[in-house]
């Protein structure tokens, strides 16, 4: 189909950008979430600023304690970096994974993250991660703790008019020892079901685990019972059995045409015990 008219604005710098968001104003990262929505006439703003072309949102910055993401980073360019592979395997693997390298070569982090597409990889990734997030708007910048930054069904924290310059992800043990695993659609490889998991271990038991889910429910969300009943225990099959019970506890567990409530809880529960016996 065929969008709507509407102006466009090539932005060069983030501050250029922001002066130029207002009201009936969406940003245009990789495009490949706004544009399918635009065809298809859910969305019609009357003005794109394309951030695309801003080159310190590309940047992936190796620092002392974190890994700083610009806002604008590709998911290849992700894939591709030595540093959080080496810091943060999950987000390696995450990458390597969405959709096709069209869709790695063009959508972004940030683009994801404010699309926040209940199957998209990154917000459980994110969510395991204990990542930070740098927005800038009008009123100037402010950090969100990932935590906080998915409200619900394609809901985030991000005010108008606010740009996700940065994601901030900090070198950490958990993050080092960490895997990301999907049951992907066959065609677009969104998750159906997928789980991140970070595990931090001392003395042979769990000393702490992150766990986030997507594709699960209406947002990703942490598996905290799941994340609590690890701690202290040795990783094993049958510590791992006991901890996965109610991995879906809290979520409202989706029902499409791809899988049923009942066939995605099952698979919740078949890939976080999947992530956690890879990190035995
Ligand atoms: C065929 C296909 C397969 C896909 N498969 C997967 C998959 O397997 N896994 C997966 O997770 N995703 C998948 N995606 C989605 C893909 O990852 C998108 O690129 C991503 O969701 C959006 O990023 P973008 O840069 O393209 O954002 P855009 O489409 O440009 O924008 C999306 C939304 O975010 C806003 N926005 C963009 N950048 C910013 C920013 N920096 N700050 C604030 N707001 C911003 C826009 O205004 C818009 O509302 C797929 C998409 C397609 C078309």
């Known amino acids: 189909m065929i969008p709507n008219s509407f102006d466009y ?22 495009g490949h979430s706004l544009i399918p929505t635009l065809k298809l006439r859910l969305n019609a703003p009357g003005t794109l600023v ?73 917000p459980a990734v994110l969510l395991a991660c204990d990542a930070n997030v740098v927005i800038q708007g009008k009123g100037g910048k402010r950090e969100v703790d990932i935590d906080q930054f998915f409200k619900g069904f394609y809901e985030t924290a991000l005010a108008d008019g606010e740009i996700i310059t940065a994601v901030r992800i900090p070198k950490m043990a958990s993050n080092r020892h ?10 677009s490889r969104f998750a159906i079901v997928g789980c991140a998991v970070g595990i931090e271990m001392e003395g042979g038991v769990v000393k702490s685990a992150r766990i986030g889910m997507t594709g699960v429910g209406e947002s990703a969300y942490r598996a905290m019972n799941v994340e609590k009943a690890l701690v202290g225990q040795a990783l094993t099959a049958e510590s791992i059995e006991a901890a996965v019970k109610n991995v879906t506890e809290g979520a409202e567990v989706m029902s499409d045409h791809y899988a049923s409530q009942k066939y995605r809880t099952h698979l919740a529960h078949v890939y976080v015990k999947r992530a956690l016996k890879m990190l035995m």
């Open 9 to 30: 604005k090539k932005a060069t710098s983030v501050d250029e950008a922001i002066s130029l968001l207002g009201d009936d104003v969406q940003i245009l990262g990789g």
């Open 178 to 187: 960490s895997v990301y695993v999907k049951f992907k659609q066959p065609a």
């Open 50 to 122: 394309d951030i695309s072309k801003i080159e310190s949102l590309k940047v992936i910055r190796d620092n002392e304690n974190s890994i700083t993401i610009g806002g604008g980073a590709t998911h290849a360019s992700i894939a591709a970096d030595a540093a959080l592979s080496e810091h943060a395997p999950m987000m390696t693997q995450a990458a390597k994974e969405i959709g096709d390298i069209q869709v790695r070569n063009f959508g972004t982090i940030g683009g994801s993250m404010a699309h926040a597409d209940p199957a998209a990889d990154w």
